[in-house]
């Protein structure tokens, strides 16, 4: 049977089955669960609890930054869910948005304005936190000299594009805010939970500049605080007395820990010595699947490589197509991750209710030679020298050698690879000090367009230097679209120029998100964006 497998796949398949030893292992489907849309918040904590509220977690990485206004990666993301709370926040099974530090809100008849008001909350100082200070971190967010990588969120307000006016929004007075859209925003109030749109203070941000995120100088407004950064190592959270609903938090203690081996993280996990695997790479899935506090869902997160559209040959769309069509991606969600990723030929996870994605080209080796030869490289001859970038943790680099091992059978070019720790990647990314680079996107709120607007012009996750006119259009037009299904016809055309015409992206797969929680470790729910509030987590007794 192997050797038949063999056959069929090609020589390069070996490189992948040299890997996969064990079976897959026997998973649940993948199937995204009926959720009634009103269903109530989870109760306070009840039965008996553990003496010691102490939760600990790996993260997997060190955090680029705590600055909600810079931060883009979902280790950072991670860790401003208990420090910061935006106006709304999410409910942590069935994602809808809940109040936050906004009570309630009213919104205008044609759905363009929105006043919210605001409870009576608190900094983890004991100050108050008014509309001023969100007009206050919203205007940082836009200010070019913040170089917020999501300023673009707030493009859906009126006036915050660059150079179009004031943007609209506006303290009414120290407990009321009145925020004023473009056109109408279905997914608003889903937005508004994102840490980007997070209170700062701004006291603190002007006295301490870039070091007001560390541990005596940063002030937040969520359920926990910042006790202790040790940089690649710990980051020690204590629970906010000052939070508004500080009686739901259980948790007294989150020891986030940066163990980026994912061994020695399922080792400390068998002895007790983490609660919680936040994520889990595919290769040590068999393993942990056989855990008691195994947890399996879909997942609105792409793996994709980007290109670097600003270096030759990777500016000639041949290239870029056929670099794609010469990667066979069943094969390595099958033998490589074997943990039921499913790969993609859309950027957006066809899981959205409401909306089909297009399928780009599916593996086609054959028709990507063509194009190679057609764009002056037959055989691969000529072919300059590139590299491919990843970060070092989990599977990245057993994907980058598949990878790299089918350019070379495939189009006879030879990539080189390039692994870099978290932070200098970022740093790679943003400077666009790269050829080809590994990259993930997990939506920001259960919409296409959190996966679309990221390819704009001007957005700042761009990070490829692609720019297209009609793809812009089609945006900007399902942006004033009050018709739900010719909007998702507009997002639908904008997504068929990016995966199957253009193609400054390589989608590789579609996430699952597997990862281990302690059975001790109750109020984590399984949902699609791996959105887990920490007020809402506690310990049981053994």
Known sequence: MAIAVLALLGGWAMVLLARSREAPPPLPPYEVPALAPDEPLPPPPSGRLASRQVLRLNNSAEPATLDPAKMTGLHELNVALALFEGLTSLHPRTLRPVPGVAESWDVSPDGRRYVFHLRPARWSNGGPLTAADFVWSWQRVLDPAT???YASLLYCIEGARPGSGPPGFRALDERTLEVRLEAP?????????????APVPRGSVEAHQERWTRPGSLVSNGPFILAEWRPFERILLRRNPHYWDAGRAAIEEIDVLAISDAETALKKCLNSELDWIRELPGEKVAAAAR????RYAPQLNTYFFRFNVGRPPLDDRRVRQALNLAVDKESIARYLLRAGQRPARSFVPPILPGYTPPEGPAYHPEHARRLLADAG?????????????????G????????IQHMWKAELGIHIALTNQEWGVYQTSMQN???DIARSSWVADYADPSSFLDCFATGSGNNRTGWSHAGYDEQLALA???TDPIRRMALLREAERIL?????PILPLYFYVNAYVVHPRVRGVYDNWRNFHPYQYVYVAAD
Do not use: W
């Not at 599977?395 to 598949?402: L, R, T, V, W």
């Open 377 to 393: 490289y037959p055989g691969g001859r000529g072919f300059p020298r590139l590299a491919l970038l990843y970060n070092s943790s």
């Open 185 to 197: 925003t279905p997914y608003l109030l889903e937005l508004l939970a994102f840490a980007t749109f």
């Open 432 to 434: 666009r000090d790269y």
């Open 499 to 503: 995966v199957c015409d253009e193609m």
């Open 395 to 402: 599977s990245h680099q057993q994907i980058a050698e598949a």
């Open 479 to 481: 942006a004033r679209e």
């Open 147 to 149: 170089q917020a990588k």
């Open 291 to 294: 855990l008691p506090g195994f």
